[in-house]
T-cell receptor
């Protein structure tokens, strides 16, 4: 299973764009890249998922280079409520896979300041 | 997105007793659910994979007789912490795998805080 490496912590100010990069050098062909957000004492919340190139939804963008050995979560114009731990995961998410297990790394603690 | 619930949200029990935690997928069917444990300031640790209609698959180092998992229906998995001890105090989180989604996604429950006295 691909191991991920993320910065332990990041700081930002309200209104700024935040980019969190994740390294996953051993990503496999079937692996998707998924990002989750977790607030204290809550379960992780799905943010975005991608396989290659760029994915965008209403809350974030995910940039994946051609070699897929890294990915960058981009949060536009963060607010205080975006203060949370962000996890990057890679896993075998192919449909029909009997695996689907996700192994969490340490995540990135993002702190947004006023 | 899909909703996963857990019950109870928090529980306090005496050492030596057993505690059951329920995980339900509310608006989708989940043949596979996962159980995690999270200690303060730490990441989630995968404990086991719960398979509907078959035995759970446990991660290395997780005692199957200590953490009993039952996945009796497509929307319900239960985790029973048997003979709980203070070191079992933790935040237990389940997730459910939505196989009908265009892309496979796991949705997490809100977690259950267990305190063993």
């Amino acid at each position: 299973l691909a191991k991920t490496t993320q910065p332990i912590s990041m700081d930002s100010y309200e209104g700024q764009e935040v980019n969190i990069t994740c390294s996953h050098n051993n990503i496999a062909t079937n692996d998707y890249i998924t990002w989750y957000q977790q607030f204290p004492s809550q379960g992780p919340r799905f943010i975005i998922q991608g396989y290659k190139t760029k994915v965008t939804n209403e809350v974030a963008s995910l940039f994946i280079p051609a070699d897929r050995k890294s990915s960058t979560l981009s949060l536009p114009r963060v607010s205080l409520s975006d203060t949370a731990v962000y996890y990057c995961l890679v896993g075998d998410s192919a449909r029909g896979s009997t695996l689907g297990r996700l192994y969490f790394g340490r995540g990135t603690q993002l702190t947004v300041w006023p | 997105g899909a909703v996963v619930s857990q019950h109870p949200s928090r529980v306090i029990c005496k050492s030596g007793t057993s505690v059951k935690i329920e995980c339900r997928s509310l608006d989708f069917q989940a043949t596979t659910m996962f159980w995690y444990r999270q200690f303060p300031k730490k990441s989630l640790m995968l404990m086991a994979t719960s398979n509907e209609g078959s035995k759970a698959t446990y991660e290395q180092g997780v005692e199957k007789d200590k953490f009993l998992i039952n996945h009796a229906s497509l929307t319900l998995s239960t985790l029973t912490v048997t003979s709980a001890h203070p070191e079992d105090s933790s935040f237990y989180i389940c997730s459910a795998r939505d196989l009908d989604a265009t892309k496979e996604t796991q949705y997490f429950g809100p977690g259950t805080r267990l305190l063993v006295l």
